[in-house]
């Protein structure tokens, strides 16, 4: 699973770099909890928790069976 993560987040990381950010994959649970580090500009961004369940997690839960959440650490 943590490959389909690490393919999908490729396609989230363009949109984030154009904003000055950058989105780092942690690890991937058993349970299917993927835990994410955003960096650069989205790292103190106000919008960052939406920018982690709205966007973020919103794809990888479409595209990778088995994600069950995404948190931000």
Do not use: F, H, Y
């Amino acid at each position: 699973m943590k490959i389909e993560v690490q393919q999908a987040l490729e396609e989230i990381r363009p949109m984030l770099q154009a904003d000055g950010g950058d989105v780092e994959l942690v690890e991937v649970t058993e349970e299917g909890i993927v835990r994410v580090r955003l960096q650069g500009a989205c790292k103190g961004c106000p919008m960052s928790q939406m920018t982690v369940k709205n966007g973020i997690e919103k794809l990888l839960m479409e595209k990778v069976d088995g994600v069950t959440e995404v948190e931000s650490v």
